[in-house]
């Protein structure tokens, strides 16, 4: 079935530092949307991606939407303790369902 | 922003209890879907509803089962509870305004649930 992978599973940063996380899909994608979650929280929409290429930014956060719309990247420049939580992938796919990467933990040293 | 409820917040029960997770809605959506995530880790779609009288298994196998009785209920229930099943579990709709295929999604806050 289609597949979602995500890296990297952890990111330990100095705050002030950037950071990175991709997602790859085994198949074409619909769309792309990434989540935030917070320790103890849910997951909280962040953007959408639907176009092939499309690159979209949030203040410090940038998206990006691959060409084959198979992959995506979320990068923040300059992270803050604010930033923590896990960031999720996630894939619209043909069959009407939303399927999750596999998230990426970010922590970060004050 | 749509409003989803689930209760409880927090529930720990013995083994073989049976148990119901509540998730209303108040926006009138027909798609309403639950997620089961144990901590750190991803989200998996155990079942969905496009509508009151369908319900849809997801790809994770659950040994929970849904009913759709009402657009604004979606309750998910285990009829035998095992500590296999401790987990937290998050229902979700499609957010407010966006009505597009594979809309992205607005999560209540979730039940986390301990069977001892």
């Known amino acids: 079935g289609q597949q979602v992978m995500q890296i990297p599973q952890y990111q330990h940063v100095q705050e002030g530092e950037d950071f990175t996380t991709y997602c790859n899909s085994s198949?074409?994608?619909?769309?792309i949307q990434w989540y935030k979650q917070r320790p103890g929280g849910h997951p909280v929409f962040l953007i959408q991606?639907?176009?092939?290429?499309e690159v979209k930014k949030q203040k410090r956060l940038t998206f990006q939407f691959g060409e084959a719309k198979k992959n995506s990247s979320l990068h923040i420049t300059a992270t803050q303790t604010t930033d923590v939580g896990t960031y999720f992938c996630?894939?619209?796919?043909?069959?009407?369902?939303?399927?999750f990467g596999s998230g990426t933990r970010l922590s970060i040293r004050p | 922003e749509a409003d989803i409820y689930q209760t409880p917040r927090y529930l720990v029960i013995g083994t073989g209890k049976k148990i119901t997770l509540e998730c209303s809605q108040t926006m009138g959506h027909d798609k309403m879907y639950w997620y089961q995530q144990d901590p750190g880790m991803e989200l998996h779609l155990i079942h969905y509803?496009?509508?009151?009288?369908?319900?849809e298994k997801g790809d994770l196998s659950s040994e929970s089962t849904v009913s759709r009785i009402r657009t604004e209920h979606f309750p998910l229930t285990l009829e035998s509870a095992r500590p296999s099943h401790t987990s937290q579990y998050l229902c979700a709709i499609p957010r407010q305004g966006i009505s597009i295929f594979n809309s992205p999604l607005h999560f209540g806050n979730g039940t986390r649930l301990t069977v001892t």
């Open positions: 991606l639907v176009k092939s290429g």
């Open positions: 198949t074409t994608l619909s769309n």
């Open positions: 509803s496009y509508g009151v009288n369908s319900t």
């Open positions: 996630a894939g619209g796919s043909s069959a009407s369902k939303i399927i």
